[in-house]
């Protein structure tokens, strides 16, 4: 049984970055595919970026120029990096495990952009 635990969000300046880490409490050792994902208050989950364990990467179109997802297979963690923080409502994000059809779920982390 694996479990997935976020961390890095908080309060930045506009125009600021942050970086989100996602790490598995076990270790991986089968082919898999790490997530991120986003949820705006009243608007459903979307897909930011995903990652697979040979390092292939995938961007939603509109997140392309503000995201970076990267991995350290090592430490079982998938990161997040956001580029440009703007002052409006934070959305939560997800981070997601498919191992063959098995998938897990992070709890959700947030960030929150002064204005």
């Known amino acids: 049984q694996v479990q997935l635990v976020e961390s890095g969000g908080g309060l930045v300046q506009p125009g600021g970055s942050l970086r989100l880490s996602c790490a598995a409490s076990?270790?991986?050792?089968?082919?898999?595919?790490m997530a991120w994902y986003r949820q705006a208050p009243g608007k459903e989950r979307e897909l930011v970026a995903d990652?697979?364990?040979?390092?292939?990467?995938n961007y939603a179109d509109s997140v392309k120029v503000r995201f970076s997802i990267s991995r350290d297979t090592a430490n079982n963690t998938v990161y997040l990096q956001i580029d440009d923080l703007k002052p409006e409502a934070a959305p939560v994000y997800y981070c997601?495990?498919?191992?063959?059809?098995?998938?897990?779920w992070g709890q959700g982390v947030q960030d929150t952009v002064s204005s």
């Open positions: 997601k495990l498919r191992i063959s059809s098995t998938i897990t």
């Open positions: 076990r270790n991986i050792y089968r082919i898999n595919t």
């Open positions: 990652i697979t364990s040979g390092g292939s990467t």
